[in-house]
C-alpha cells in the first residue's frame, strides 16, 4: 500500500538529540545531505543541556540552512525527552530518529524510507554486534532486554535502538501522550501499528563518549518495567508468600521438635542468617514497591518533561 500524498512542509524529518557533540555535528549534516539528497527533508537538532559548544554549532548551521532547526534544553534532561522534544518539533510525514555520534549509519536511511512507502508505520533498527562490540556491552545490553522482556509486558528485539523511522500518525499518537519520562522504545513496541525491523552493523564513533552508562542503562530498564508491567508487584506477592510458607513450617518444625523431645530446636546460626536474609529480601520488595509509588508521585506533579531555553522551532 503506498502512501498518499499530504501537504506536509518536508517529507521526511531527522532528530538528532545531541548532549556535547560539537564535533559530530557538521559531519552527521555532511553524512545526511549525501545519503538524503534526492529527498525534501529538515534536520531538527535538540541540545540537551550541552556543556561545550554544541548550541553555537547548531545556531551556526541554522543560520545557512534554512531546513535545520534546533531545540535547547535549560539543562540535561536525559536522551527519551530529547527525542520527545524533537518528534514535537518535527514537521514531516515520515520522522526518522537517530545518535549525533554516527554510529547510526546514514546510508541506511534509504532503506528505511523504502520499507516506510512500501506500506510500514513503525521501520526500527536492530543492532547486530560486531567483533569489534566488547564482551561487557554485549554481556549488558543482552540482559537489559532479557529482563525488560520478562518483567513488562513487552516484546522488545535484542539490540532494538533509537534510530527508528516513525510515520506521521504514530508520531501524532505520541504527541499526545501526557505521560512523563516515557520510555519511547517500549512505547512504540505496545502501540502496535505495522512494524518492521531491520538490521545495521553500528559505526564507529567519530569523537566523544558514549553517554550510556550502566546507571543510565538501568534507569531506563527501571522507568521501562514500572510503566508497562505490575509483573515485579505479582513477584513481590510470591516471594513474600513463600517464604512466609517456609517460616511457618519451621515454627511447626520447632513446636513438635519441643513436644515430642522436650527439646528446643537448634540451629541459632542458620535461623540468624535466615533472618537476615528475609529482612534484605523485604527491603527490596519495599524498593519495588517505592518505584511504582515514586512514579505515581512524579506524575502527579505534572512536570514537563523539559524546558526549553532557546529554538528557532515556531509553536513548540
Given amino acids: 500500500m503506498s502512501k498518499q500524498p499530504q501537504p506536509f512542509p518536508y517529507e521526511i524529518s531527522i532528530v538528532i538529540p545531541c548532549f556535547n557533540e560539537e564535533d559530530n555535528i557538521p559531519v552527521i549534516y555532511r553524512e545526511l545531505k549525501k545519503w538524503l539528497k534526492n529527498e ?31 531545540i535547547s534544553f535549560s539543562r540535561n534532561f536525559g536522551h527519551q525527552a530529547a527525542l520527545r522534544a524533537g518528534l514535537r518539533g518535527a514537521s514531516g510525514r515520515a520522522v526518522i530518529s ?9 546510508k541506511l536511511l534509504p532503506q528505511l524510507l523504502d520499507e516506510w512507502r512500501s506500506g510500514y ?11 569489534e562490540t566488547g564482551a561487557f556491552k554485549r554481556f549488558t545490553s543482552r540482559q537489559f532486554y532479557r529482563w525488560m522482556n520478562y518483567l513488562s509486558d513487552l516484546h522488545i528485539d535484542e539490540g532494538a535502538a533509537d534510530f527508528r523511522l516513525l510515520d506521521r500518525k504514530v508520531v501524532t499518537v505520541i504527541n499526545r501522550q501526557q505521560e512523563s519520562e516515557l520510555f519511547l522504545r517500549g512505547y512504540i513496541s505496545w502501540l502496535g501499528f505495522n512494524q518492521k525491523a531491520v538490521l545495521y552493523e553500528p ?20 522507568h521501562g518495567v514500572t510503566q508497562f508491567s505490575v509483573k515485579p508487584l505479582r513477584l513481590s506477592i510470591i516471594v ?21 523431645s522436650n527439646t528446643v530446636a537448634s540451629g541459632w ?10 529482612s534484605g529480601i523485604q527491603l527490596v520488595l519495599l524498593g519495588v514497591v517505592g518505584e511504582y509509588v515514586g512514579r505515581t508521585f512524579v ?9 526549553v531555553s532557546r529554538t528557532n522551532v515556531e509553536d513548540l
Fill in 40 to 70: 525534501t527533508y529538515e534536520v531538527v537538532f535538540v541540545d540537551d543541556g550541552s556543556t561545550d559548544g554544541s548550541l553555537a554549532v547548531l545556531q551556526q548551521l541554522a543560520a545557512s540552512h534554512k531546513n535545520i532547526k534546533y
Fill in 269 to 278: 546460626t542458620s535461623l540468624t542468617v535466615l533472618i537476615l536474609i528475609t
Fill in 240 to 260: 513474600g508468600l513463600t517464604f512466609a510458607i517456609l517460616g511457618a513450617l519451621y515454627g511447626i518444625y520447632a513446636v513438635i521438635s519441643y513436644f515430642t
Fill in 299 to 307: 506524575q502527579t506533579k505534572n512536570r514537563p518533561d523539559y524546558l
Fill in 98 to 106: 537517530m545518535d549525533a555520534d554516527l554510529q547510526h549509519p546514514a
Fill in 203 to 222: 559505526a564507529k564513533r567519530f569523537s566523544g563518549q558514549s553517554k550510556y552508562t550502566l546507571r543510565k542503562m538501568l534507569n531506563l530498564a527501571t
Fill in 121 to 131: 508505520d513503525v521501520v526500527y533498527t536492530v543492532r547486530k554486534d560486531t567483533s
